[in-house]
């Protein structure tokens, strides 16, 4: 489990796991869990792309899924956001149809894009990883507090002239880049639960922004790990395990929730002149 060929998968998968759940705080935030459905898709057809073309599949995976991303944001600003990024998400699958009906690959490349591989992580793709994983950070520390104010009280954010949309083009572009950073571990199509699961799981115990962000963090980490060391027992795809124990952790956090929740009703001083 911990051989040579192996600690590569450790180290990306561990970037990815600081990374997604940190964005996916403001994913959930700010209900655009469809959106970051919508970006890996994209981000699997440009791999698709240049893989056909002979290039870097990680590059292709950028442009795509930040062009995605852009168009989104674009054209959400003059229609319904969710039929937008619904039809970009069909026209996406379509084009990736399209160049794997075209490329030469061998089928479990294309597979491992789609569901991951945890033995497909290169030595290159360590470095561009941490570069990615290390610019969504930044770049999440430098939007947190526009971000935090246009997802929780836009009223208040447009009040000290914080224009929401400018906003959330950055955001978008931020979502483009953890998906780059993501996609190569977990696959283009169980990407977003990785960034949805551990943040909403995290939600559920804690309100205040920043602790959940770092419990989003344990939790992702938590189930990377453990989907790493499973698959490499199993032969299973990481993606099942990661989609798998990240909705586990969000049904045991909804359970804990309902727990606090009756065990301080019952705590709860009854009202005066009511009986016991």
């Known amino acids: 489990m ?10 990306v998968a561990t970037v990815v796991a600081v990374v997604a759940p940190v964005v996916g705080f403001f994913v959930v935030l700010r209900g655009s869990a469809f959106v970051s459905h ?17 290039l870097n599949t990680v590059v292709g ?57 945890v033995l497909g992580v290169s030595g290159n793709e360590i470095g561009l990883t941490a570069v990615l994983g290390a610019g969504c950070l930044g770049a999440i520390a430098l939007l947190y507090r526009p971000l935090l104010l246009t997802s929780v009280v836009p009223e208040i954010a447009a009040a000290r002239g914080i224009r929401g949309h400018r906003v959330e083009m950055a955001f978008l572009v931020v979502v483009a880049l953890a998906t780059t950073t993501a996609v190569p571990v977990v696959g283009a199509l169980l990407m977003f639960s990785l960034m949805v699961g551990p943040a909403a799981a995290a939600r559920c115990l804690t309100d205040e922004p920043l602790r959940t962000m770092a419990l989003s ?40 929730r309902w727990v606090r929740q009756v065990y301080r009703r019952s705590r709860a001083p009854l009202p005066a002149g009511a009986s016991a």
Request: proline residues 2%; hydrophobic residues 60%; without cysteine.
């Open 38 to 54: 919508a970006v890996p898709e994209a981000a699997f057809a440009g791999a698709a792309g240049a893989s056909l073309l002979g």
């Open 217 to 256: 963090v344990v939790i992702a980490l938590l189930t990377v790990w453990s989907s790493i060391a499973a698959a490499y027992q199993t032969n299973w795809p990481i993606g099942f395990f990661v989609t798998a124990l990240a909705f586990g952790s969000y049904l045991l956090a909804h359970a804990v």
């Open 2 to 11: 911990f051989a040579d060929y192996m600690v590569n998968a450790w180290i």
């Open 61 to 117: 995976l950028g442009v795509f899924a930040l062009g995605a991303s852009l168009g989104i944001g674009l054209l959400g600003r003059r229609g319904r956001h969710d039929v937008v990024t619904a039809l970009a998400l069909a026209m996406l699958l379509g084009m990736g149809s399209l160049f794997l009906s075209w490329s030469t690959e061998y089928a479990p490349e294309i597979y491992s894009l789609l569901f991951g591989e």
